[in-house]
């Protein structure tokens, strides 16, 4: 048995007072704002638009490192704070620009601004810091690695890593003119 259905068709003909309609495929812009980032896939919130996240030149700023007294062999009491931050597509990673050595300090803050291109979803982001006192061996104390970089890190802005009580804290936006 074969059922009937009434099929109802509805038209829109000139809807908004006869203006031409714009075509299906044109860009959509969608706003936003830093603070509230609404965009979706591999977008985020440029100068209050979705703009590609990649490739795009990004800014570190607010580098902040805390290292705790006695957590390395120093033979002066205090670490020589090597920060670094890095970039490789997706490797080898190299730094970005020379930062300076801080000599005996256990806490850090670097306002940057430290500026790096990432140029695709395969760019890895290395944010870290070592102890280079020259009366002994150099030591890693922490490495914050993002491989590879994802929007949504990029969205969130903000990010922080720790090795027990070694943390390094920093923000990560697009760059803009």
Known sequence: MR????VWVVALLGCGGGGANPPVDAPV???????????TGDYLCVANACAPAFPRAYRVTDFVIHVPAGFTNDPDGKPDLA?????????PIQDVTPIPVSKNTLDLTLPGPFDL????????????VDDVDPAGTPMVLLDCLDMPVTVEMLRAGTQSCANGPVTISFKLAPRTP
């Open 83 to 91: 920060p670094h931050v890095a970039v490789g597509d997706p490797s």
């Open 29 to 39: 812009v969608q706003a936003c704002t830093a603070s509230a980032d609404t965009c």
């Open 3 to 6: 059922a009937n259905l009434p």
């Open 117 to 128: 291109a990432l140029m695709s979803s395969a760019t890895s982001l290395l944010v870290g």
